[in-house]
């Protein structure tokens, strides 16, 4: 052994780079990229909709690469996610839905940015270890939903 | 030649585990330091035994030189 290093995820990317994140999020979790929804949802805005907001801490959607107010729907039944860049720059949550409590809604909202962050992390840490020429021994999906990667290389 | 291995868990909640393993000293720090400039934040920081040993090149030398002593 040589070193054991813990790092906290910090998400900086362009909005392609976040779109690929949350697509594959979106898809681990079951959700379906929706743009129309939104309108629908907007429509029975007159029932009880609760709404909770969540923010990524440690990130930063680099601005260049998209408009204001570009933002990606998602749906899983009658819950809607929005995740959009807010004017900090950060990258947000928006979890909605008539029917569904405050408390239900954060768990969604709280478990889509982790899945969010997890696949964000996982698309960058791949695509720099092909970069730097490492090979792939093993990857597997453990039974905590964690992904274990386990590379080599032989130095001179 | 030397075999560097790296395991990366990434966690359900996005945090990440790295076990750097067969590089030493100078090469290990570079990995270290590149990863975190790549992922994030260090939250925990554990050296090992092997990081204190010299790197292979080093010790072969060291091997070479106790045999001529012979």
Same mark, same amino acid.
């Given at each position: ?10 998400? $900086? ?18 959700? &379906? ?7 629908? &949802?907007?429509? +029975? ?36 996610? +929005? ?12 979890? #909605? ?8 809604? #954060?768990?969604? %909202? ?12 996982? =698309? ?11 090979? &792939? ?18 130095? =001179? | 030649? %030397? ?9 359900? +909640? ?24 790549? $992922? ?8 090992? +035994? ?18 001529? =002593?012979?």
């Amino acid at each position: 052994m040589s070193a054991i290093l813990v790092l906290t995820p910090v998400v $900086i990317g362009s909005w392609p780079v976040i779109t690929a994140a949350v697509a594959g999020a979106a898809a681990a979790m079951g959700l &379906v990229v929706s743009e129309s929804v939104k309108e629908t &949802v907007k429509e +029975s805005q007159s029932n009880v909709e609760q709404s909770v907001e969540f923010e990524l801490s440690d990130s930063k959607v680099l601005a260049e690469s998209m408009a204001t107010d570009q933002e990606i729907v998602l749906t899983k039944g009658t819950i809607e996610l +929005s995740v959009k860049r807010d004017e900090r720059g950060r990258c947000s949550v928006c979890a #909605k839905g008539v029917g569904h409590s405050e408390a239900e809604l #954060k768990q969604v %909202a709280e478990e889509f940015t982790q899945k969010l962050t997890q696949c964000f992390v996982y =698309d960058k840490v791949v695509r720099e270890l092909k970069n730097k020429e490492f090979q &792939v021994v093993n990857e597997e999906v453990m039974e905590d939903e964690s992904i274990r990667i386990h590379v080599r290389r032989w130095m =001179d | 030649m %030397a075999q560097h291995e790296v395991e990366i868990t990434i966690s359900k +909640s996005g945090e990440v585990r790295v076990h750097i393993k067969g590089a030493k000293g100078k090469s290990c720090l570079a990995y270290s330091k590149w990863l975190t400039e790549l $992922i994030g934040k260090v939250k925990d920081q554990q050296l090992t +035994s092997e990081y204190y040993e010299p790197e292979i090149k080093a010790r072969i030398d060291l091997e070479q030189d106790l045999r001529m =002593d012979e």
